[in-house]
Nanobody, 126 residues
Framework: QVLPVESGGGSVQAGGSLKLSCVAP?????MGWFHQAPGSEREGVAA????????FYADSVKGRFTISQDNAKNIVYLQMNNLKPEDTAMYYC??????????????????????WGQGTQVTVSS
């Protein structure tokens, strides 16, 4: 597999939960989740460095979302709890080769990620 493949999106009421899955390229160095609302650019949501398991989160989702991995299956998850209507977006999984220090300095930014999945839609209603 060359590109990530994500799944698990759907429609939920505010306060509900969803768990997204991403089948990642084997031995991916860093995997991230992004979202893109209509008319907006992609924004970083969470990232994980797969070898140490170190995680990073956008301020808007910290405490609500959790990124995790299954090393044996090359799967990265995004558990989303207490969803808000503002979370409504297409969610993308992506792979990066930049070191952790770069991501710490710049944040979970689109330009650091080269390989992108097709996206899975998350819709949160009031």
């Amino acid at each position: 597999q060359v590109l990530p493949v994500e799944s698990g999106g759907g429609s939920v009421q505010a306060g509900g939960s969803l768990k997204l899955s991403c089948v990642a390229p084997k031995s991916s160095y860093c995997m991230g989740w992004f979202h893109q609302a209509p008319g907006s650019e992609r924004e970083g949501v969470a990232a994980i460095y797969t070898e140490p398991g170190t995680t990073f989160y956008a301020d808007s989702v910290k405490g609500r979302f959790t990124i995790s991995q299954d090393n044996a299956k090359n799967i990265v998850y995004l558990q989303m709890n207490n969803l808000k209507p503002e979370d409504t977006a297409m969610y993308y999984c992506a792979a990066s080769g930049w070191p952790m220090t770069t991501l710490q300095a710049l944040g979970i930014v689109d330009s650091l990620f080269l390989y992108w999945g097709q996206g899975t839609q998350v819709t949160v209603s009031s």
